[in-house]
């Protein structure tokens, strides 16, 4: 990426690389200089280009919203019943769950967690 400096300046980089630039003349620079070139208000050619932000999901982000919500779905594809969507211990498959949820921030652990919660449940209730 080229970079234009608003004075005469020779920048060396903490990462060992070290560019000089003229006033106002596009001069490429590698991209680990990028933050520093940056702090020292040397822009890239094209401007600074804003990052775009993420979709927001409706992922809940309180523990007990993300349990109603598993809970409900194990109880879905239990009643389905669909053998591809368990693994070959019987656990719900992550994915399968992070995508009919819609979430991005599913991890193994909590999905074992509630697993083993929503079977707890299942036994209790058969005793009862």
């Known amino acids: 990426m080229k970079y234009i400096s608003h004075r005469k300046v020779v920048v060396v980089s903490l990462s060992g690389r070290s560019v000089s630039f003229a006033k106002g003349v596009p001069t490429y620079a590698p991209p680990q200089m ?3 070139l940056i702090t020292m208000g040397i822009m890239p050619e094209g401007g ?8 927001k999901t409706a992922e809940p982000t309180m523990a007990a919203d993300r349990e109603a919500a598993l809970m409900a779905q194990f109880d879905k594809m239990v009643q389905r019943g669909r053998r ?31 697993w083993d919660k929503w079977m707890q449940a299942q036994l209790e209730k058969e005793e009862n």
């Not at 600074?48 to 979709?55: A, M, N, S, T, Y």
């Not at 009919?100 to 193994?108: C, F, K, Y």
């Open 34 to 36: 990028h933050d520093e």
């Open 48 to 55: 600074l280009v804003e990052p775009e932000e993420k979709e």
């Open 84 to 114: 591809e969507d368990f693994t070959a211990v019987g656990a719900p498959h992550l994915s399968v769950v992070a995508r009919e949820l819609g979430w991005a921030n599913m991890v193994a652990k909590e999905r074992d967690a509630m």
